[in-house]
């Protein structure tokens, strides 16, 4: 039995610790630190630990040694690090949300402090454990596609995604969460390519991008400062928070909503009138607020072997979705992650031919995410793995060690630089 402690006991968190409830006999959730109240009671009320188990941050939880295997560290990006040194002296093995870090810094320092302590780090980086993008890694390895020679990734952001995240959300400010729109919303992407890249350097990047539609010179004619107070024209504007937010309360809930948790089935009336706090970023119009994280973004990638690599960021896309194309010289792979289907391609020489195509459709392949849970079925897999890794087990062809992510987060912190610094750079 493994038994672990949620540090930092939001969303994600949660959504990882799910696993105890669906695999009691392997993984027990023993405890929980944060400083919310609310959290800590909710959390030992749905797992059931003793009051003891509760500590009101990382750094009381590690002051008081090792109380289990590991912890669960879903804290914001900004405290993933100094929470997780604290830990790892203390004797844990952790589970890491990403972005794991903030900075290059930051960076070497978990990374020598991994080495030094032995323990073993796991970041959340999910996808990799989606069967859309297992079953991708499998083929390349297998040789399906001989030498990869490009790799082209997309990831839209959708507009309810974009707005209530990186717009009116908690990752729209640079100065203030510290991870760009780039580390915290694609260094998944950029993971899966130097993932599919594995033992080999990135050794160039580029990058443009900018913040050009969420801006106020934007904003439609007679529009006001704030949705569902002064707005005149809130009832057509695709951003208004009745059709984004009121209309689909559960949809983005635990972001828009964290200071009404601890209200039991709220009502719309309850969830309208937060909406109309003007001391409230959600209350604001899409088009007027301080936002300062980019809206579009395009990345160029050269590996030491010489393969290039390109991947773009959209926000506002009216459709969510993922798309990969990995050509080989035997071959090419190419879907998009949301429809759980790809097609492999091969040279055909026969007369009145040119290629062959192959698709794969992991829809016809059983319950592939659902039981799962989110990013196409990676989350509770990723767990999986984790609790496998500290059985002594051999890790799964996903795991995401610290070492085996580092490349990926590299090359995010290049980009922006390079986008900032309007240049190519040197890795
Ligand atoms: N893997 C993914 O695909 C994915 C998806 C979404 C978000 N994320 C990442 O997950 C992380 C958490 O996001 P969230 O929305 O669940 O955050 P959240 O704000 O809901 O939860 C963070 C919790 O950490 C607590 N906390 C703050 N300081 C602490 C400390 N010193 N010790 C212990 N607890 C502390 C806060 O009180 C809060 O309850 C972020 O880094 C985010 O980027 C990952």
Request: aromatic share 8%.
């Amino acid at each position: 039995m493994i038994t672990a402690i949620i540090v930092g006991a939001g969303h994600r968190a949660l959504c990882y610790a799910e696993l105890a409830n669906k695999q009691p006999e392997r993984f027990k959730i023993v405890g929980v630190a944060d400083p919310n109240e609310f959290r800590r009671e909710d959390t030992r009320r749905r797992f059931g630990f003793p009051a003891e188990m509760m500590f009101k941050d990382a750094a009381e939880l590690a002051s008081r040694g090792k109380l289990a295997d590991a912890v669960i560290n879903g804290t914001m990006d900004i405290d993933h690090v100094p929470t997780s040194l604290l830990l790892l002296e203390a004797g844990y093995d952790i589970l890491l949300e990403k972005p794991f870090a903030v900075s290059e810094e930051e960076v070497r320092v978990l990374d020598e402090a991994v080495k030094r302590t032995g323990r073993h780090v796991m970041i959340c980086h999910v996808l990799r454990y989606a069967p859309f993008y297992t079953r991708l890694k499998d083929l390349v390895l297998k040789g399906e596609i001989g030498e990869i020679i490009n790799i082209q990734t997309d990831e839209h952001v959708s507009y309810h995604h974009m707005a209530n995240c990186f717009v009116r959300g908690k990752w729209n400010r640079e100065d203030i969460c510290k991870s760009t729109m780039l580390m915290a919303k694609c260094c998944h992407d950029l993971d899966l390519i130097t993932w599919f890249m594995s033992g080999v350097n990135p050794v160039r990047v580029s990058s443009f991008g900018s913040r050009s539609f969420f801006r106020r010179e934007k904003a439609p004619a007679n529009s006001g400062e704030y949705c569902l107070i002064d707005c005149p024209i809130e009832s057509e504007c695709q951003y208004s928070n009745r059709q984004l937010n009121l209309n689909h309360p559960a949809r983005w809930g635990a972001y828009v909503w964290p200071q009404i948790e601890h209200i039991e089935n709220p009502t719309m009336e309850i969830y309208e009138q937060e909406l109309k706090r003007k001391d409230n970023p959600y209350s604001r119009c899409v088009w007027k607020l301080d936002n300062n994280v980019v809206d579009r973004q395009s990345v160029m990638i050269e590996f030491e072997d010489g393969v290039t690599v390109t991947h773009n960021m959209v926000g506002g896309t009216s459709r969510p979705c993922r798309k990969i194309h990995i050509i080989g010289t035997k071959g090419e792979l190419s879907g998009i992650m949301d429809d759980n289907r790809f097609s492999i391609y091969k040279i055909d020489t026969r007369p009145e031919h040119e290629y062959t195509t192959e698709i794969i459709d992991l829809n016809n392949e059983g319950d592939t995410t659902g039981a799962f849970g989110g990013h196409g079925g990676g989350d509770l897999r990723l767990v999986e793995d984790f609790v496998s890794v500290l059985e002594g087990k051999e890790p799964s062809i996903s795991c995401t060690t610290l070492a085996d992510s580092v490349n990926g987060h590299l090359i995010g912190f290049t980009a922006d630089r390079a986008r900032m610094e309007n240049r190519v750079i040197d890795m």
